[in-house]
């Protein structure tokens, strides 16, 4: 479960978006980008590119490009759990990985990774073992698939019942966006059906670190 594990935003990546005004408008447009990043992540077996389509189509950063910076210091043993979703004995080895994803300057995810050094290649696993290039551009020959094992919304600009009360009432200032505004819990398989990685994916406030559309559109 996700609750179990503690995927703490470090404090570097937990500065989300300042630019969006306390509106009934802003809100519904946060609510509909949210829930667009969420079906686009949900849809597509890479997370990594994903996040690089997103950072490229909100101006994120001047080259959309998402780089891996390795978190030190953390280690997490697999749970028994874990090892039955990964298909693997008590005795086989469990790499583990934890990294920001990063576009430009913004810290887009933080992302926890258990995966089966059998299961890739040596030129593979000599890159998760000695860069930080991203998991998913690692492992991209492998054309993988993903299935998602939990997935959770963190953020939510309106409140649940508003589609029957309405939209709430202007605040003042600007609407503060946290840290975390989702997190998935998936594993990748391979073509042949074998699974090779378990991650757990939290989305900072950062994704949303843009302007608002202008009220009357955009400009022709």
């Given at each position: 479960?996700?609750?179990?594990?503690?995927?703490?935003v470090p404090a570097a990546a937990?500065?989300?978006?300042?630019?969006?005004?306390?509106?009934p408008r802003a809100r519904l447009?946060?609510?509909?980008?949210?829930?667009?990043?969420?079906?686009?992540?949900?849809?597509?077996?890479?997370?990594?590119?994903?996040?690089?389509?997103?950072?490229?189509?909100?101006?994120?950063?001047?080259?959309?490009?998402?780089?891996?910076?390795?978190?030190?210091?953390?280690?997490?043993?697999?749970?028994?759990?874990?090892?039955?979703?990964?298909?693997?004995?008590?005795?086989?080895?469990?790499?583990?990985?934890?990294?920001?994803?990063?576009?430009?300057?913004?810290?887009?995810?933080?992302?926890?990774?258990?995966?089966?050094?059998?299961?890739?290649?040596?030129?593979?696993?000599?890159?998760?073992?000695?860069?930080?290039?991203?998991?998913?551009?690692?492992?991209?020959?492998?054309?993988?698939?993903?299935?998602?094992?939990?997935?959770?919304?963190?953020?939510?600009?309106?409140?649940?019942?508003?589609?029957?009360?309405?939209?709430?009432?202007?605040?003042?200032?600007?609407?503060?966006?946290?840290?975390?505004?989702?997190?998935?819990?998936?594993?990748?398989?391979?073509?042949?059906?074998?699974?090779?990685?378990?991650?757990?994916?939290?989305?900072?406030?950062?994704?949303?670190?843009?302007?608002?559309?202008?009220?009357?559109?955009?400009?022709?």
């Amino acid at each position: 479960m996700l609750s179990g594990l503690s995927c703490a935003v470090p404090a570097a990546a937990a500065e989300g978006g300042t630019m969006w005004p306390d509106t009934p408008r802003a809100r519904l447009e946060l609510e509909t980008l949210i829930a667009t990043l969420d079906a686009r992540l949900l849809s597509h077996p890479s997370a990594t590119l994903t996040l690089e389509g997103w950072c490229r189509d909100h101006d994120l950063a001047p080259v959309a490009h998402v780089v891996a910076r390795r978190i030190a210091g953390v280690v997490r043993v697999p749970s028994a759990e874990q090892r039955q979703e990964l298909a693997v004995g008590p005795d086989e080895a469990i790499a583990y990985r934890r990294v920001e994803l990063a576009c430009g300057g913004r810290v887009l995810s933080v992302a926890d990774n258990w995966y089966v050094p059998s299961r890739l290649t040596p030129a593979m696993n000599d890159l998760l073992s000695r860069t930080d290039t991203a998991f998913g551009h690692v492992v991209a020959d492998l054309h993988f698939t993903r299935r998602t094992l939990d997935s959770a919304r963190l953020f939510a600009p309106l409140p649940d019942d508003w589609e029957r009360r309405g939209l709430p009432p202007p605040g003042a200032g600007r609407i503060v966006i946290p840290a975390e505004i989702l997190r998935h819990r998936a594993l990748l398989y391979r073509q042949d059906g074998v699974p090779f990685s378990e991650v757990v994916e939290t989305y900072t406030g950062a994704m949303l670190d843009f302007p608002p559309p202008p009220a009357d559109g955009p400009s022709k």
